[in-house]
Nanobody, 116 residues
């Protein structure tokens, strides 16, 4: 069973920046595409960004131009750099393999709170 672990969340003021990291225990993260999702209180989980094995990326319209997803294959990590943060970016952020697969479990996520 592969377990994802997200980190880097916190409290930030509107307009601020944060960088989230994703690692996968028991798996070579560089061998598959990775998604970032987020879930705000009372809302469904929302797709935020994806990075393929060739480094190509896609973003949700709501974060395009503000968020950057990247991968460091040597360190087996996928990062999500977030800037110009807005209160509506407040959510728990998760990463997972794309496409979803049996044996790849959601992690606990990392809380991002954007508030003054």
């Amino acid at each position: 069973q592969v377990q994802f672990v997200e980190s880097g969340g916190g409290l930030v003021q509107p307009g601020g920046s944060l960088t989230l990291s994703c690692v996968a225990s028991g798996s070579i993260l560089s061998s598959y595409a990775v998604d970032w999702y987020r879930q705000a209180p009372g809302k469904q989980r929302e797709h935020v960004a994806r990075i393929a094995t060739d480094g190509s990326t896609i973003y949700a319209d709501s974060v395009k131009g503000r968020f950057t997803i990247s991968r460091d294959n040597a360190k087996h990590t996928v990062s999500l750099q977030m800037s110009s943060l807005k209160p509506e970016d407040t959510a728990v952020y998760y990463c997972n393999k794309y496409p979803p697969a049996r044996g790849f479990s959601w992690g606990q996520g990392t809380q991002v709170t954007v508030s003054s």
